[in-house]
């Protein structure tokens, strides 16, 4: 049994949802459905932008997966969001919800009252009351299983967030002998940088990549980055700030907790070392940053943020410590002395506020972010492919 949690105003939902169908025929599983309300404001830190975010980023991973979304839409209406919740808790009771959440979330989406309204004559909807009563059980279901988002599947205690870790999931189902098409594509495989031929002649693009110390989705991107960056011969902006603990956002313990095991997960993907962790938020991450700010002029900057990270998430180093953190700055090519002179200079603090705005400015929040020449910013560490092409649309526009 899969169970899957669905928000009918979350882009990323609607994309999952229609691979449910071709889940259950492939894999032979069943699958129940939930509806649950919103994240918390604590799972969910400026879910404002998040939800803004969201509408671009769904249309661009729903072309690379070959699902739909529209593009350039506008948040749905709130009174349209609670009759389609109404029509599929409604459709939860009759067994018929698979199909119908498909096509309510594409009229949904499309702005599309009329088609709403269809649905609606059809198949009939549940009482305000009814449909409450369904969001909070699938919310507190949610919450019970262990976890706080939507668009998420759950198989046997472990977590998969909408098509981007499908692959996961397909791949634990596959091995577990349920794949009626082994040998095939499967639905939603992995994607990453291709690192393709290289433009020539071609304009020299500019990558500004946030990143942070206490970030573990940060240290299976730097080294990718790294790697991306140098092979397209681009020009890295290294935009360090703060952890979102340190920013005030809060980390609660469940979401800290599916993090972790998704690192692990998408770091194995990568071929990346993870699991030897040792937290740097406080002091271990304030003297990073002094010491990167120092180190970036000096063109030790990428090997500093490498080791940095590795040495917290993948090394087990306390970069909180002097032997730690000189230790990590040795190795990246920097003297003692610069070390003692960057925790000496509060400058840091500045250049972390100021690639804080930036990253809002982008419209973002979170580590790892990214964009190209000023280009609509990615966040994540699982959107290389995206930057990848922006690299190759911003080489291929200006050569």
């Known amino acids: 049994m899969i169970h899957y949690f669905h928000q009918v105003d979350d882009p990323y939902s609607h994309l999952a949802v229609q691979m449910l169908k071709p889940l259950g025929e492939r894999y032979g599983v069943a699958v129940e459905i939930s509806l649950v309300l919103p994240p918390d404001e604590a799972a969910a830190p400026e879910y404002d932008l998040l939800k803004e975010y969201a509408l671009r980023d769904a249309a661009r991973v729903a072309r690379e997966y070959g699902v739909a979304f529209p593009a350039a839409v506008a948040r749905p209406d709130e009174k349209e969001v609670r009759r389609v919740n109404a029509l599929l808790a409604a459709a939860l009771q009759k067994g018929n919800v698979v199909e119908l959440a498909v096509e309510a979330g594409e009229a949904l989406w499309a702005g599309g009252k009329a088609a709403i309204d269809r649905l609606v004559e059809m198949h009939g909807v549940a009482s305000a009351r009814e449909t409450n009563r369904c969001l909070k059980r699938g919310t507190a279901k949610r919450a019970k299983l262990g976890h706080y988002l939507s668009g998420m599947f759950c198989f046997e205690g472990e977590w998969y967030w909408g098509v981007d870790r499908l692959n996961h999931l397909e791949e634990r189902l596959a091995e577990a002998g349920f794949d009626k098409a082994p040998g095939t594509p ?36 730097v080294p990718r980055m790294l790697k ?19 920013r005030g956002l809060p980390v609660p313990r469940t979401k800290r907790f599916y993090i972790v095991l998704d690192t692990k997960r998408e770091a194995e993907r990568a071929g990346l070392p993870f699991g030897r962790v040792v937290d740097s938020v406080g002091n271990g991450a304030a003297r990073a940053l002094a010491v990167i700010h120092h180190a970036i002029p000096l063109g030790k900057g990428e090997a500093f943020a490498e080791l940095g990270c590795r040495a917290v998430f993948a090394d087990g180093i306390d970069i909180a410590t002097d032997e730690g953190l000189f230790d990590v700055a040795r190795r990246a090519g920097l003297s003692d002395e610069t070390v003692r002179e960057a925790l000496a200079d509060p400058g840091w603090e500045k250049a972390v506020e100021e690639n804080r705005q930036a990253l809002f400015d982008a419209g973002l ?35």
């Open 365 to 399: 929040w979170g580590v790892p972010s990214f964009r190209v020449d000023g280009m609509p910013a990615h966040w994540g560490q699982d959107r290389f492919w995206a930057l990848e092409e922006d690299i190759l649309a911003a080489m291929a526009a200006r050569r």
């Open 186 to 221: 499967m639905l939603a495989p992995y994607r990453d940088m291709v690192l393709g031929p290289v433009p020539q002649g071609a304009h020299r693009p500019v990558i500004d990549f946030w990143f942070s110390f206490r970030s573990p989705y940060s240290w299976i991107a």
């Open 228 to 246: 991306l960056a140098h092979h397209y011969n681009a020009e890295l902006r290294l935009r360090f700030v703060l952890p979102m603990v340190m």
